[in-house]
């Protein structure tokens, strides 16, 4: 059955628990997208925790669900935001993944009525510069913490979507399938059409193509 999330490492926190993760920082196109998720575990019900899983291990219909099911809850906040390929091509990929999300926590801090996080419980070994919270690191969190989770889905899910829509106005890349990576049919593209307002220019593989 392998690793599932839990809340082993939430109730090692003190105060409000949130968890941070992002998509999308391997693609050849697109922004990069960060999410972050508070969980109410005083009414967290199984049935919505078992759907909850590393965005990563589920199937795109599985993650749809979860998504959905996360919203209409209302037990799960969450604020979504991304640094664009124009910032991830000026400050590298690294700093602005870390700019994206600084803003998911500011988003969440916008809402109305938020209680912000005492701490953050983020996926990966860095800590973003300037995060303004107190914040862990946890490799492989997504598939430990429910709360990095739960962001991993937020993010993962709002970028194929956005990626998706984009397909619909530059046709032939696939990423309405490959979300931006470097599949074969992509690579084609590129050769054949050439590089959109949409590519990381900076990457290598672009650099080498064209």
């Known amino acids: 059955m392998g690793i ?4 082993r490492y939430e109730l090692r926190c003190e105060g409000r628990v949130a968890g941070i993760d ?5 693609p050849l196109a697109g922004p990069v997208v960060a999410a972050i998720a508070v969980i109410d575990r005083s009414v967290a ?3 919505l925790l078992k759907l909850i899983d590393d965005s990563k291990k589920l199937a795109l219909e599985d993650r749809e669900a979860a998504y959905d099911a996360m919203v209409a809850s209302g037990i799960v906040q969450f604020a979504v935001a991304e640094a664009s390929v124009e910032e991830i091509d000026t400050i590298n990929i690294l700093q602005a993944t870390f700019l994206a999300m600084r803003r998911a926590l500011q988003a969440l ?3 109305p009525e938020t209680v912000l996080p005492d ?4 996926d990966g070994n860095q800590v973003p510069p300037r995060l303004g919270c107190r914040a862990e690191t946890i490799v492989g969190g997504d598939a430990h913490s429910y709360s990095i989770a739960a962001a991993s889905i937020f993010a ?3 970028r194929d979507r956005h990626m998706a829509r984009l397909a619909e106005t530059f046709p032939g890349y696939g990423w ?3 979300r931006g990576y470097g599949s074969a049919q992509h690579l084609q593209a590129l ?3 050439g590089p959109t307002p949409h590519h990381r220019m900076s990457f290598a593989p672009l650099n080498r193509l064209l």
């Open 4 to 7: 599932m999330p839990s809340f």
């Open 22 to 26: 992002e998509a999308g920082r391997g």
């Open 45 to 47: 019900k199984r049935r």
């Open 109 to 111: 801090a916008d809402q």
């Open 119 to 122: 701490i953050v419980l983020i």
């Open 156 to 158: 993962k899910v709002t």
């Open 176 to 178: 309405e399938t490959n």
């Open 191 to 193: 050769k054949q059409l």
